[in-house]
Each structure stands twice: as structure tokens, then as C-alpha cells.
């Protein structure tokens, strides 16, 4: 489906431009005063929160207990802490939050690995090795993840970043080459596709994290194009195991991550090349994704559950609104948007699996 619309791609593919620079303040001003002091309260409290340590002795503890929680509590509190301390800069623009937002980039910079002790290695369902091989990178869930946060952030502060630490936009740019770009166009993950193989919500999920990587960096047009044919294939393989009514075999709780990544993967391709990709969303497998989560929802914050999924699936917001607006679904966009003027926490910073607090793209997306 989605392979035969690169026969549409033009020779040029331009920069991906979810939101405008911080430098374009006045947008910045125009966002909802309740947005601007979330982000702000937020800013505010990372600043009083010390850079979690993530010495070798965490990574061991996985390796020899099979422990996730104290290596990941620490990793994912880095990434919110600068998703936090991002959010704060762009609203106010004044340089308070600055050096803190180097300091975190600095010591994402200087992990020896990205990818999370539990998804150590190379072949699909082996057992971890106990340590994470520096020069071959895994690009997993959160390694993607943490390459778009980075790239998103070099996007929104590149001239405020490289005043308050010289060159640092460069280091991110080197780090980001080296742990997602390189091992992307060079080597093959099992959650890009192969025939027949079953994918999940890791495929959509990762490749969209990739592409924000892609298209908001000064990558090359060689670059561009490898990143698009993949992400056709590989999101090509994730709808094969759809069937026509769109169900998400993984339950509630994982539209989120898979057909809500989908939309994902498929607004950003649509922004880059609208006549290629834009009539995917008229494409009645892709509506039946996107409806599927108001197909299992009973009635305020519960929903149909199996597998390991519990009925409390989480509230949905702006993202599931814009899917809704995509595919012209009027009962998704009716659910996102009561959902949210139900949601005291819309930025959803509470996340126990650290999965959204850690995207910056999803909070701005939110705001804007």
C-alpha cells in the first residue's frame, strides 16, 4: 500500500517543520496560557532535579537479575528532564534554562549506549548480552526515541544551544550520525521488516521516531530517500498483520504505540510529500485503524481489554484528534477531544513506561 506511492516521490525532499523555530517567537507567545504555564511548572521543577547518574553497576543489575527498573527509572528521567527543560525555554526565550538543557544533552551524549539493557541485542528474541557493544549501536524503542528528542530539540534551539555551550549542535549531530543514522541505513533490525515475518507495534513506533530523526536534521538527499523507501517497506510489513477492520492485535493500551505511531509515520510523510502520501488517509484500512480505539472504548476512562492490556488504556488527546481529522472520523475526533478536556495531566507526565514524557514532539504536538 504505502510502497506504491513512492512512484509519487519528486527529486527534492524538503525539512520537516512540525512547529517553528524558537527564533519565530511570536508562534511561541500565540500558544495557550495553559500550555505556557505547564510547560513552565515543568521547566521549573527539572531545574531543581540533579542529572540521574546511570553508572555500569545499574547496567549489571539487569544483566545479572534481570532487574529493568533501576537502570530504565534513571534513563527515562534524563529524557524528561530535558523534555521538560525544552518545552520551558521555547515558551519563555530567555536563556533560564539553557545551560541546563546542555548539561542533559551533554550526558545523553556521553551513554555509552542508547538502547535499554533489556533490548540488548542483535537477533529477534535471544537473551541480552551484558554489555552493549559501543560500536555497533542498537537502534531499539528509546534509542529511536532519544534520537528524536534530540533532533527536535537541535531544531527548536540550534543558535541558543551552540551560544551557551560552542559546538554542541555538532556533538548532537556526530552522536545522532553515529547511534541512529548509520546503523539505520547499514544495518537491518528485525522491527524493519522481513517477508513474512510478524511485526509489531516496535515497526510504526521506531520508524517514526527515525523519520522526525531524519527530516529535522541537515541530513543528505541519499539520506531522505533511503529513510522514505524503508519506512515504506517496513510500514508496509506492519500492515500485513492488520486485518481490514483495523483491529490492534495487542490490545487498547498499544494503539497508542502502533496504529497511533502509524498516523505518526504517515504525518510526517504527508508533510514532506503531500501528493505522495496525503491519500493514505483515505484508504479504509487506515480509518479502521484509527477507529479502533473508539470501537473498544465503554464509557469514560475504561476499555475492552485482553491479552496483557489493562481496561484503563489512557486518555486520548491531540494525536488521536489529528488522526481522527485525517481519515475524517468524526466519533475519534469527538472522543480525543473529550477526552482531553477531561485530562488533568495532558502532557501525560505520569507515564509509567516513560514512553510519552520522553517525546517532545508528542507534548508540542499537544500545544500547538
Known amino acids: 500500500m504505502i510502497q506504491e506511492q513512492l512512484a509519487h516521490l519528486p527529486e527534492f525532499l524538503p525539512d520537516y517543520r512540525p512547529f517553528p523555530p524558537v527564533k519565530e517567537h511570536t508562534a511561541w507567545q500565540g500558544l495557550p496560557l495553559r500550555a505556557k504555564q505547564r510547560f513552565l511548572q515543568a521547566g521549573e521543577a527539572a531545574l531543581q532535579t540533579p542529572i540521574a547518574p546511570l553508572p555500569l553497576s545499574l547496567w549489571l543489575d539487569f544483566t545479572h537479575t534481570g532487574r529493568r527498573t533501576p537502570w530504565e527509572t534513571a534513563y527515562f528521567s534524563r529524557r524528561a528532564r530535558l523534555c521538560a527543560l525544552v518545552s520551558a525555554e521555547c515558551v519563555e526565550h530567555k536563556g533560564r534554562f539553557l545551560d541546563a538543557i546542555a548539561d542533559t544533552v551533554w550526558a545523553i551524549c556521553e551513554e555509552s549506549a542508547w538502547q535499554l539493557p533489556a533490548h540488548n541485542s542483535y537477533i529477534r528474541d535471544t537473551p541480552q548480552l551484558p554489555l552493549p557493544d559501543t560500536t555497533r549501536p542498537i537502534v531499539d524503542l528509546f534509542a529511536a526515541e532519544t534520537g528524536a528528542l534530540l533532533a527536535l530539540a537541535r531544531y527548536l534551539l540550534p ?26 541505513f547499514t544495518s537491518h533490525f528485525w522491527w524493519m521488516g522481513n517477508g513474512e515475518e510478524p511485526m509489531c507495534n516496535w515497526t510504526s513506533w ?35 498483520d492488520y486485518g481490514a477492520d483495523g483491529c490492534c492485535n495487542e490490545g487498547a493500551q498499544y494503539y497508542r504505540h502502533a496504529g497511533l505511531t502509524l498516523w505518526g509515520c504517515l504525518e510526517i510523510l504527508s508533510s514532506i510529500v503531500p501528493e505522495a502520501f496525503s491519500p493514505l488517509f483515505h484508504e479504509p484500512k487506515i480509518k479502521n485503524i484509527a477507529e479502533y480505539i473508539c470501537n473498544v472504548h465503554v464509557e469514560g476512562p475504561y476499555y475492552l481489554n485482553f491479552g496483557d492490556c489493562s481496561p484503563l488504556a489512557g486518555r486520548c488527546g491531540a494525536r488521536e484528534y489529528r488522526f481522527g481529522q485525517a481519515v475524517g472520523s468524526d466519533a475519534l475526533q469527538a472522543l480525543a477531544a473529550a477526552d482531553f478536556r477531561a485530562d488533568a495531566d495532558p502532557d501525560h507526565l505520569q507515564n509509567p513506561d516513560g514512553s510519552t514524557h520522553i517525546n517532545l514532539w508528542y507534548r508540542l504536538t499537544t500545544a500547538f
Open 159 to 184: 543558535d541558543e544551544l551552540d551560544t551557551a555551550a560552542p559546538g554542541i549542535t555538532a556533538r548532537m549531530e556526530q552522536e545522532l550520525d553515529a547511534r541512529i543514522l548509520t546503523p539505520y
Open 206 to 240: 521506531c520508524t517514526q521516531n527515525v523519520l522526525l530523526t531524519v527530516f529535522l536534521l541537515p541530513t543528505t538527499q541519499q539520506q531522505r530517500n533511503a529513510a522514505v523507501k524503508q519506512a515504506a517497506y517496513s510500514l508496509d510489513c506492519f500492515l500485513k
